[in-house]
T-cell receptor
Framework: SAVISQKPSRDICQRGTSLTIQCQVD?????MFWYRQQPGQSLTLIAT?????????ESGFVIDKFPISRPNLTFSTLTVSNMSPEDSSIYLC??????????FGSGTRLTVV | AQSVTQPDIHITVSEGASLELRCNYS??????LFWYVQSPGQGLQLLLK??????LVQGIKGFEAEFKRSQSSFNLRKPSVHWSDAAEYFC????????????FGQGTRLTINP
């Protein structure tokens, strides 16, 4: 199955700033998914990123706050913009693997102070 | 849209005891179903998945799950838990014909008593 390298693994950021999270996959994949896991909560899908097209955002998430890039079939970035303490979460990327399963990156633990 | 419910937020069992974690799904047809485990400070690891066929699915670490269409359930079981099984467990589903995004349940936190 695919292996995802996600970075940074953690960061502490000042409110009002932005953080860009990167995910690199060791094989070409059509769709990449970005999730948020707030403290003590489950995973919520932010958006689906297809190469060559605009990302599709879930209800409650907007492009201005979470811009996504997908320049090729192995790489994607998620930016958390104009951060506030409420953005403190774990952010994970995911891809579909052969056989219909999903692989996840190790996550980015973000703390906004 | 598909959804998943995990009725138990927190379960405590003794080491060596059997375990069953509940998962109910909502979908018009047979969805794809998954169980993931997240240990403290760790990423998500796939335990097992169900797409079709045999309704009893074997996974890693001695876990199994049974798909029951009549009950819209996909419960996770293990005959004898180990202290290392303490973690958060997530049931998830995706639509075989749709957007293919994975939708997660609320999670069940498993505590093991020595």
């Amino acid at each position: 199955s695919a292996v995802i390298s996600q970075k940074p693994s953690r960061d502490i950021c000042q409110r009002g700033t932005s953080l860009t999270i990167q995910c690199q996959v060791d094989s070409q994949v059509t769709m990449m998914f970005w999730y948020r896991q707030q403290p003590g909560q489950s995973l919520t899908l932010i958006a689906t990123a297809n190469q060559g097209s605009e990302a599709t955002y879930e209800s409650g998430f907007v492009i201005d706050k979470f811009p996504i890039s997908r320049p090729n079939l192995t790489f994607s970035t998620l930016t958390v913009s104009n951060m506030s303490p409420e953005d403190s979460s774990i952010y994970l990327c995911s891809v579909m693997t052969g056989g219909g399963g999903y692989t996840f990156g190790s996550g980015t633990r973000l703390t906004v102070v | 849209a598909q959804s998943v419910t995990q009725p138990d937020i927190h379960i405590t069992v003794s080491e060596g005891a059997s375990l069953e974690l509940r998962c109910n799904y909502s979908y018009g047809a047979t969805p794809y179903l998954f169980w993931y485990v997240q240990s403290p400070g760790q990423g998500l690891q796939l335990l097992l998945k169900y797409f079709s066929g045999d309704t009893l699915v074997q996974g890693i670490k001695g876990f199994e799950a049974e798909f029951k269409r009549s009950q819209s359930s996909f419960n996770l079981r293990k005959p004898s838990v180990h202290w290392s099984d303490a973690a958060e467990y997530f049931c998830a589903t995706s639509n075989p014909q749709g957007a293919q995004k994975l939708v997660f349940g609320q999670g069940t936190r498993l505590t093991i008593n020595p």
